[in-house]
C-alpha cells in the first residue's frame, strides 16, 4: 500500500467519526499545514523518478481534493447546524404591535383641488392665483356689478374698512381681472381658492371654495362651454355618461348666463350622480359679458369666451359622500382621518383621479 | 316670486300640465325653487274666537284659551302668546293639521300637565308672513265666518320662482306670462283695458322737486272720493290666500294684487290726512317719520320723500307712513303710482336697513310706462269695490322716458351661441317678448320693451334669443386635450410639494378659516398689525388671522377635549400682514402635542420635543430640493415661540428672508388657554421667502461623481465654552478643506464630571475622503491636525485628550 492510499484511508476514517469544530482544524492542519501530511507529499514530487512523477502528482492531487472536499463539507454542516442551534433560542411572539407609526393626511378640499387641477391640466388650462383680499374695483364694478346692483346683495360681503373698499373676495372671479389686466389674450385658466360671505348656517360657512375657469380666445362660444363642463363634470365623478342640464340664469359678469345642474338619484340611502330624476345645481357660468372684457382692455370685437365658477366644497362631498360642508373646517382629527387622503394618493391622469 | 297656476292663466290661455309648466320655466331661466301642494289639509285651519283665557296653572308665560270653533264647539288651546285674549279673533289649526311652515303635524299634547286641543297660528307658523311675535289677528268682519276655513279651497299650488335681479318684469305674473308665451308655451291673453276718462278735478296738487339726485322722475296719481273701504270681496281674498298673502282691507288688498299681477308697485294714501298738496323732494339730514311697519326712522340728507306741508308721509318707492295710512274708515284716497330710480331706493333701503316688496321691485327697475296702467287698474277696482268717484289723473315727470334703440346683427347669435336659428324665428321670439323690430338690410333695428331694464346691448339680445330657443340647442363641443403652458409655476409646484411633504411625516392637514378670535390671534401677532373686519360674523372671528396658529392651537385642544393625546396638525394657506389685497404670505404651519412612543412595549416614550420640528422643518426642505449644508440657523424667534428652545431657519447664511421658525410653543399661552398637554412645539414654514432653485432636476441630474478611494473616519471631542454652537464647530471643520472633509456628525454632548461648569464637551466623527487618491497615514495625521488647530483656534475650544 502506498502512503498516499494510507494517508487517504485513515483520514477518511477519522473524519467519519463525530467531530467538533477544532478536532476538524487540527485535521485540516495535520493534513495541510506547513509540515502537514499532505503538504509533505507535495514536497517529495520533485524526488520521484520521472516515469512515475506523473502519476504521483496526479494520485496526490485527487487525494488532496477529496479530503479538502469532505472537510469543507463536514465544515459547513457544523457551522449550520450552530446556526440552527441559536436560531432555536430566538424565538419570538411576532404577534406583538410593530414599531409604531403615524399617519398624515391630505385635506378633501386639497386633494379636490388637486383632481379639478389634473382634469383641466388635461385639456390646457393653467392655474392662477389672486390675493384673498380684493378691492371693492376686482371684486364688484370691474365685473360689470357697479355699486347699487341688486346682485351685490346676494353676496353678503366682508369688509375691512368702513368705505368698503377692501373686502374678503366673495367668488374667484376678480382672479379673472387679474389675469386679464396682468397678461393678453388668448387666456385659458382655472383659479381654484378661498372666498368668503357672511353666511353661516348648517349649509353655508362664509369661508369656502371655488373654483373659477375662464377660456378667452378669438371663436370660443357656448358649446366650448357646454362641452368643457360636461367634460369636467364626467372626469370629476369618474363615470363614462352623465345627465347634464344647462338652464338660463343670471350673473352680472356674464351673458348669456347659465346654471348646470346635473341629474342624481338616491339610491340605498346614497347619492347617485349621473342618473335619476332629480337635479342638483352645481355650478354657475356663462359668455364673459362684453363690459368685462372691456374693463380688463380686450377687444370684446375680437376676444369672446366663457367663464364659470364651481363651489369646490360641494364637489368634494357629493363625490365622497361627506354631508356636512361645517365640518370641513371644524378639524375634527376624527374627520380628518376619515375623509382625509393619503398623501402619495396624488391625483394624475395616468393612475387615476382617485383609487 | 310666489305664482299659481290658476293666476298665470288670467294672462295665459292654455291646456298644458302644470308639470310641463315647472319644465318650461326653469328652462327659460325662471327656476322653480320649490313646489308646494296646498292641500286638503289646510281647509283645517279654521277661524275662531278666543271666548276665554285663563293662566296655566304651571307656566307663568302660557295661557289656556277656550277657543270657539264654531257650530257650538269650543276647544281647550294651551297658548304662550302675549296677545292672546277673550275676543280675539284668530286661526285654530286642530290635532292633524300640517303646520306650513315647520310641516310637522300636530297632536294631541299635554303641555306642562294641561292637555292643549290643537293649537293657535302665528302668522309665520302660516307663511302668511314673517310675522312670529303672537299670534295671528284678524279683522272683526272676520266674525261671520266662524268656523269656516280661513284658506279657501285652491287646486293650485305655490309655485315659488327664484327671480334673477335682471328680471323686474317677471316679478309679475304677466311678465312671466309674457315670456311663457314667447317660448311657445300657452299664449298670452290681450288684457287692453279701456282707460278712465273723468272729468272730476284732481284737487290735491303734486309737485315734484327739481333737486339734485331726485330719486322720483315721475308721479301719477287721482283721487277716489267718498270710497267706503271694507273687507275685501271673496275672489280677491283668495286670490292673496292662494299665493300665501294675508287680506287686510280692500284699498290695501287692491294695491297689493295690481303689483303682483302687473308688477305695478302703488301706494294708497288717506287723502284728509294729507295737508295741502304733495311735495316729493330729498329729504334734510334729523327728519323723522314713523313707517307702517310702526317703526320710526331718522332720515339723512337726500332721500327720496314724498311729504306734506306737515312733513314726511312716506319714503318714496319703500314704505308708506302711518300718518297718512288708509283704514277701514278711510273716505277719500289718493292713488300713487310713480317712478323710482333703482339707485336711489337702494341707497336709501340700505342706510335705513328696509326691505319691501316695492323697494324689491323699484331697485330692480319698473316699467315707466306702467303707470296709468298701475292707476287704471287699481281705481277700477277700488270703484268696483269701494264706490266712490275717480278724478282725473295727474301725471307729474321731470324726465321723459325713451325706448331703448339696439342695431342688433342676427350673425352675432350663432357666433356667441354656437348654434343657428332662422331670421324668422329670431324676429318672432323678440316680438313676442315684447320688442319692436325693423329689418334694415342684414341688421334689426330694435326698440327694447320699457319693463326690460336689463336690456341694453347686442349680447343681452343673444341671451334673449337663446333662453326661449332653449339652452338644451347648445351643442357640446368636445375641449381638444393640448397644452400650450404649464399647468403650475414654480411656486405652485412648490405649494403642492410642501403640502404633500408635511402630511408624509404624519401631520393632517387641516383648514380653517382665515379669519380668527382676536385673544388667539394677539398670542401670535408678535409685531404684525390687527387686520378687522368691519362686520364680522361673530366677535369669536373678528379679526383676519396674522399666524396660522391661532386657529390650529384652537383646534388642537379642542381634539385633546376629544381625547386625543398625540396630535400633528398642519394648515397651508395664507396669513395676513396688511388689509391691502396682496399683503398676504403663505405659510405652512404645523403644530405637533403629546408623546412619542406612547404606550409602547417597545419603544421608550418621550415628549416630543423641539428637534422633532426641527427634522420635520429640515426635512421637508430638503426634500423639496434645499440643500440642509447651507442652511443657518440662530435663536432669534417670535415671542410666541419658547425662548431657548426655538430657532429661525435661513436657506444659507446670508440670512436674507426667514425660510421657516419652528419650536416649543411659549408656556404661557398654553396656560391661558388652559391646555392640557404634556409638550406643544411647531413650525412655520415661509412659502414665499424660500428661493426658488434656479436649477432644474434635470440640470442636475445630469452630474453624477462619486469616490471610490477609501474613507476614514476619526472621532473628535472639543471642550468649548457652552454658548458655541454645535452650527459653528461643524461648519468649521467641513470648511478646513472641503475636497478632503466629506461628513461630519455630532454624536455626543457631555457636561458634568470632568469638565468645567461654563464648558461641554461635543464629540464629532468626521468622514475624510479624497475624490483622487487613497490618503496615506501621514495625509490623514495632517488633516487630523488641521481639523483640530482650527477648531481650537477659530472656537476657543480645546481637544479633549
Redesign the interface.
Known sequence: MSDLKKIKDEFLSKLSGKLDIAEINQIKSDLFGKSGLISTQFKKIGTIEESERKKFASDLNIIKGELQDLISSKINELESAEINKKLEKEKIDITLPERSFVQGKIHPVSQTIDEISSIFSEIGFSIEEGPDVENEYNNFTALNTPENHPARDMHDTFYLDEKKQKLLRTHTSPVQIRTMLKDKPPFKIIAPGRTYRSDSDQTHSPMFHQVEGLHIDKSINMGHLKGCLNYFIKEFFEVDKIKMRFRPSHFPFTEPSAEVDIGYEIKDGKIMIGEGNKWLEILGCGMVHPNVLKNVKVDPSKFQGYAFGIGIDRLAMLKYGINDLRAFFDCDYRWLNHFGFDPLDVPTNYRGLSR | MIITFDWLKDHLKTNLKEKNLLEQL????L?VESVESLSADNEMFKIAEIIRTEKHPNADRLKVCDVNIGENEIKKVVCGAENAKKGLLTIYAPPGAIIPKTKTKLLVAKIRGVTSYGMLCSESELNLSDESDGITELSKEFRKNIGKSYFSKSKSNLIDLSI????PDCLGVRGIARDLAASGFGKLIDLEEKNIHSKNKHTLKVKINKEKGQGCTAFGSCLITNVKNSESPKWLKDKLISIGQKPISAIVDITNYVMLDINRPLHAYDADKIEKGIIVRNSKSGEEFTALDNKNYKLENGMCVITDNKGVLGLGGIIGGTRSGTEFNTKNVLLESAYFE??SI??TAKKLNLDTDAKFRF??GIDPLSIVDGLNKAAKLIKEICGGEISKFDIQKIETYKAKKITFDPNIFE?????KISLKEIIKILEDLGFEVKKNKKRLKLAVPSWRPDIS?E??I??EL??ISG??K????????????????KL?KLF?FL?????????????????TDKRFNDYFRDTKKE???????SSE?GV?RNSIFSN?IM?IN??LD?G?K?????EI??I?NG??????NTVVCGLTAGK??RL????KERNVDVFDVKRDVVQTLVEAGYDSEKFFIDNETPNYYHPGKSGRLFLNNEKNQIAAYFGEIHPNILKQIDMKTESLVGFEIFMENLKLPEKTLKDLKIKFSFSDYQKSERDFAFIVNKDVKAQDLINTISSVDKSLVKNVKVFDIYEGENIPKSHKSIAINVTIQSSERTLNDDDLEKINNLIIQTVENKTGAKIRS
Do not use: C
Open positions: 326653469t328652462n327659460i331661466g327656476e334673477t335681479p335682471n328680471r333703482p339707485g337702494r341707497n331697485e330692480r357666433k356667441i351661441s354656437g348654434f346691448q349680447v343681452d343673444v341671451e337663446v333662453r339652452y338644451e347648445i351643442k357640446y363641443i368636445e375641449p381638444t386635450k393640448q397644452r400650450k403652458k404649464s399647468t403650475l409655476n405652485q403642492h403640502q404633500r411633504s408635511v402630511a408624509s411625516k404624519g401631520y393632517m392637514e387641516a383648514i380653517t378659516w382665515s379669519f387686520i378687522k373686519i368691519i362686520n364680522p360674523i372671528l383676519l390650529l383646534h379642542k381634539n376629544r386625543f398625540d396630535l400633528s396638525i398642519f394657506g395664507p395676513f388689509s391691502d389685497p396682496g399683503e398676504q412619542k412612543s409602547s412595549w417597545i419603544e
